[in-house]
């Protein structure tokens, strides 16, 4: 099981915050780089953040101060707390893993924020 696999999407009002989680196969967790992407409906996919295999960060300016990501690497798996959120923020959230010329997507999770 290459495929990332995420989850803790769901619904959640406005100001409020969630964590998502993304599992990938160990075999390539320790060395590639993992990244969210978000899409929402009408809307082309969107970078969101990204964490090297090093642990180093970069955010999209939209959830920066917002969002932190982080990777623990016993677990084999990343966290994307998301907090203050905003119906903005409203989109199928994917976990993407790649580096040293593999390239895998999850399948995507649902985040509602109600206004």
């Known amino acids: 099981q290459v495929q990332p696999v995420e989850s803790g999407g769901g619904l959640v009002q406005a100001g409020g915050s969630l964590r998502l989680s993304c599992a990938a196969s160990?075999?390539?967790?320790?060395?590639?780089?993992m990244a969210w992407y978000r899409q929402a409906p009408g809307k082309q996919r969107e970078f969101v953040a990204h964490?090297?295999?090093?642990?180093?960060?970069n955010y999209a300016d939209s959830v920066k101060g917002r969002f932190t990501l982080s990777r623990d690497n016993a677990k084999n798996t990343v966290y994307l707390q998301m907090n203050s959120l905003k119906p903005d923020d409203t989109a199928v959230y994917y976990c993407?893993?790649?580096?040293?010329?593999?390239?895998?997507w999850g399948q995507g999770t649902q985040v509602t924020v109600s206004s």
């Open positions: 993407r893993t790649y580096g040293m010329g593999s390239d895998y």
């Open positions: 964490i090297t295999s090093g642990g180093s960060t």
């Open positions: 160990g075999s390539i967790f320790s060395r590639n780089a």
